[in-house]
């Protein structure tokens, strides 16, 4: 990897981890969609697993008093079986059709309150996440939106919500970890990034995930449910757009 491209991607390791701080998940479907520009898809896997890993297990230890961790058992035990089903499929999706997953992904939130009878406190529930929500981040790269789906008739704070929520992310991201980097790691010309740039941008991801705390203290719930919808669609509609020109090309 060249420097301006290693560079880059410690960049957008802090800005993204900042805004996953704020939002919880928006943060991770922007890296998610800036690392293929610079990297194969399956090495862009393994890096924002890598990456993601470091700044949602740091948030959820900063926010470790306010986990709820009978939600995240019930989903680590469902992540390590979708794990599993994916390895086994073993496809790894092309830049265009990735692009347009994680563009469709953001349309979840947009589905009427009324419709949703799902709430991760719920334990058969909270394993179906796992499930559901692994295989997503498995497939397309990005499952924020499908998660909050499990969140959004939860009586928790927003506190609650982002601390419990990155602490399934855990999970989510050492199965693609697993899953994607395994084959890079047996492969003698693997495309993973050098050492040195993750020795750099997992300190910033954890730096930016404090920045972005500190920002979710000022805001109230009702801010933080209206500012993640917008914005995350708004990442969605810039990656459709991508999905077409990609397929235009090809």
């Known amino acids: 990897m060249a420097l301006p491209a290693a560079l880059f991607v410690i960049a957008a390791a802090f800005l993204t981890a900042t805004l996953s701080g704020v939002f919880g998940m928006a943060g991770g479907l922007v890296l998610m969609g800036v690392l293929p520009l610079v990297m194969p898809v399956s090495a ?13 297990g740091w948030r959820a230890a900063l926010h470790a008093r306010h986990v709820r961790w009978g939600i995240v058992g019930w989903y680590a035990a469902a992540a390590a079986v979708a794990a599993g089903v994916v390895a086994l499929i073993s496809v790894v999706p092309s830049k265009p059709v990735l692009y347009l997953l994680m563009g469709l ?12 009878r799902l709430d991760a406190a719920n334990p058969p529930q909270a394993f179906v996440s796992g499930l559901m929500v692994t295989g997503l981040n498995l497939t397309a790269g990005v499952s924020g939106p499908l998660l909050d789906i ?3 008739r939860t009586g928790l704070t927003r506190h609650a919500i982002v601390a419990t929520k ?9 199965s693609k970890i697993l899953v994607y980097g395994t084959p ?19 300190p910033l991801s954890m730096a930016g995930t ?6 979710l203290d000022r805001m109230s719930d009702v801010n933080f449910r209206n500012w993640t919808r917008w914005i995350v669609s708004g990442i969605g509609a810039l990656y459709l757009v991508q999905a077409a020109q990609l397929f235009l090309r090809g």
């Open 44 to 56: 862009a896997f393994v890096t924002h697993g890598l990456l993601q890993l470091a700044s949602n």
């Open 166 to 174: 990155a602490a399934t992310q855990v999970f989510s991201h050492l």
């Open 105 to 116: 992904v953001p349309g979840l939130l947009w589905l009427p309150q009324r419709w949703i």
């Open 150 to 152: 499990f969140f959004v």
């Open 184 to 202: 890079l790691l047996t492969n003698p010309n693997k495309d993973l990034p050098p050492w040195w740039m993750f020795a750099i941008a997992v």
């Open 210 to 215: 404090v920045v972005g705390g500190r920002i």
